[in-house]
């Protein structure tokens, strides 16, 4: 190929980027490859992408050279310190107008951040959530868009093409908003999948030690499951993987060590949400439920120490996995409500306008958590763009009203079998709190107003107004300043 051929160029040639590039070949688009390992660029070009439009690259340089103007960069490389290195590089070969492209799992406000400095040198700055793993990729992810909005008329077309598509052809791939909502939205994605994958183990776990299924029965109810309600990759790859033996004919599942690993993204989340005080409850012990379990030893040497409750006679079947796959249906629609809260809470913040019932019909097809059910969201924020919970959509609302007792039966049969259920139990803890009219924190607010004089509102006074109260007679009447924890 001639200098100048090219209609994008992608540098990192891991997993990700690579089947992007394939993906972008076959919708017709000639792709510029390089990565810092410069022999991994010819193995690829010979191997995977051979008899592809793709033009290996070995220098920065030459790289730049075979981009059409206005360029357009894409790096698919680690989060951090990398992408920093990797734009110093790149930013002296481009001019103003040219687009750069960040497509990792970057922390938003490294986004915000790069979007205005890259702004400032007339470098046009997209940072993007891709979602799917390697087979969406390939053939159709997610993709979450943001930054720049002046970038995004120069690249929708190609992400379009290459995103996913629900069933009338709508890709799932549209403008999130400025500087860092598009990491932002897929941060939250990635919070909500710690949670789907936490709450689908909690259904294995209770369904294998109270009903003794094996490998096998697991596959035939997840499968099941799979034809309804609950319809989504997660729930499809679950039943696939307690049908998968291992070489000796035995199920692959338990010969797997019970220790979950961790990129961050989840964390994130709950971090995020302990800054804006939105109670993502279930995410946050999602994360922590993989903590836990990588304290294998600890949890292996307590095992034998302490005490749980004696061994049950295994409940009946059909109702106690029926009550399960309520509970289940019912914490996920917790989890995205959360999730939805944390969203609007951010993009209060950061001055984004998010188009809620967009980003469901973005993570309907291509993305890890895409499922049946986030047509449902979709089509709760069409009916009412100003929903301020999910909860209160006459849908969810109806549901959760019809399931909630199901949802409890499955959470006490954890607690009778011994069985942790964390997700579960906070879903169902902040479900009862959000319908509650009146909550402990009277108390909590006299205790505050006890010990440090924080004041507390009446409930016969118009709100806004502050009240101290010297409780012990010894105090003074001087009160503290009032403020939000």
């Not at 989060?79 to 938003?108: C, F, K, R, W």
């Not at 996913?164 to 990635?190: I, L």
């Not at 409890?408 to 479900?431: E, I, N, W």
Request: net charge neutral; with cysteine; proline share 3%.
């Amino acid at each position: 190929m001639n200098s100048e051929t090219c209609d994008l160029g992608v540098i990192g040639l891991a997993v990700m980027g690579q089947n992007l590039v394939l993906n972008m070949n076959d919708h017709g688009y000639r792709v510029a490859v390089f990565n810092r390992t410069v022999t991994k660029v010819d193995e690829f070009v010979s191997d995977e992408a051979a008899g592809a439009q793709v033009m290996g690259t070995h220098s920065i340089e030459e790289f730049i050279r075979a981009l059409r103007k206005p360029r357009r960069v894409m790096l698919m490389v680690k989060a951090g310190e990398t992408v920093d290195q990797m734009i110093q590089q790149v930013i002296a070969h481009l001019a103003p107008g040219d687009i750069i492209i960040d497509g990792g799992n970057s922390h938003y406000l490294d986004t915000n951040r790069r979007t205005r400095a890259l702004g400032e040198k007339g470098i046009l700055f997209i940072g993007t959530g891709v979602s799917g793993g390697e087979e969406g990729a390939r053939r159709g992810p997610s993709i979450m868009p943001g930054g720049n909005p002046a970038a995004w008329p120069h690249v929708k077309e190609i992400f379009q093409s290459i995103a996913a598509k629900v069933e009338d052809g709508t890709p799932c791939c549209d403008w999130v908003g400025e500087a860092g909502a598009g990491h932002y939205v897929k941060m939250v994605h990635n919070g909500i999948e710690y949670g789907d994958m936490q709450l689908i183990g909690e259904a294995y776990h209770l369904l294998k030690e109270a009903l003794r299924l094996s490998a096998a029965e697991l596959h035939d109810v997840f499968a099941a499951w799979n034809k309804g309600e609950l319809s989504s990759y997660l729930i499809e790859i679950t039943s696939e993987i307690f049908a998968k033996q291992d070489e000796d004919g035995t199920p692959l599942i338990d010969k797997i060590l019970d220790t979950a690993g961790q990129k961050g993204t989840g964390k994130w989340t709950g971090i995020s949400a302990l800054e804006l005080g939105a109670p993502v409850t279930l995410i946050g012990e999602a994360v922590f439920s993989r903590c836990l379990s990588s304290m294998r030893e600890e949890r292996v040497a307590a095992s034998g120490i302490l005490s749980g409750p004696k061994q049950l006679t295994p409940q009946d079947r059909s109702s106690l996995i029926e009550d399960v796959r309520k509970a289940l249906y019912c914490s996920k629609i917790i989890s995205y409500a959360q999730g939805y809260m944390l969203l609007r809470e951010a993009a209060k913040e950061q001055g984004w306008d998010l188009n809620f019932g967009g980003i469901a019909l973005m993570w309907r097809g291509g993305c890890i958590i895409r499922s049946r059910f986030l047509g449902k969201i979709k089509e709760a924020y069409e009916k009412n763009p100003r929903l301020t919970n999910l909860l209160l959509d006459d849908f969810f609302c109806a549901l959760l009203n019809e399931y909630h007792t199901s949802w409890r039966r499955a959470v006490v049969a954890a607690v009778q079998h011994g069985v942790p259920a964390p997700a579960f139990s906070t879903a169902l803890s902040f479900y009862d709190g959000f319908r509650t009219a009146c909550l402990p924190a009277n108390l909590l607010q006299a205790q505050r107003d006890f010990f440090g004089a924080h004041t507390y509102e009446r409930i016969d006074k118009p709100r806004g107004q502050f009240f101290h109260t010297n409780w012990t007679g010894r105090g003074g009447r001087v009160s503290s300043g009032s403020y939000n924890a």
